[in-house]
């Protein structure tokens, strides 16, 4: 995923600048039964967050999960998947871009399911989660 960013902060003397306006970090693929790859836009383990500097927190070790704040692009693979549960100590802000997936919750033995499709957006607050794509076929 090519995915150009551009980040805002403070230089040196206090200045408003663009610290980083480049291509996000590389993709990192999820294991191939899963489906899905993704890219870390950012990251911050911190509140309030950091506004000076120019280190790039998405290019340290990947973490599946990690603490504090993240923006990230996940694409899911059409067809059948196994899903990835999990459940953060994050609340995620998902946005569909382009196409379907279904947000799976609850328990994994038997989960509740909510089909998104472009332009659909769910604030997920934490519970156990997965999501999953559609395929091209299914309704």
């Known amino acids: 995923m090519e995915i150009r960013r551009s980040v805002t902060g403070y230089d040196e003397r206090g200045a408003p600048t663009v610290v980083f306006d480049s291509f996000a970090s590389e993709a990192v693929d999820l294991p191939p039964g899963v489906g899905a790859s993704l890219v870390d836009l950012w990251r911050s383990d911190s509140l309030p967050l950091a506004t000076s500097g120019n280190d790039d927190p998405t290019t340290g070790e990947f973490a599946l999960m990690p603490s504090g704040s993240l923006f990230r692009i996940i694409d899911l693979a059409p067809g059948d998947h196994k899903p ?22 609850g328990a994994e ?18 519970i156990a989660h997965a999501c999953a794509g559609i395929s091209a076929g299914r309704t």
Request: net charge negative.
């Open 84 to 105: 990835l549960w999990h459940t953060t100590a994050s609340v995620d802000f998902i946005y569909i871009a382009r196409g379907e997936a279904t947000l799976l919750y």
């Open 109 to 126: 033995s038997i989960p509740h399911e909510l089909t998104l499709a472009t332009g659909d957006t769910i604030v997920q607050r934490g």
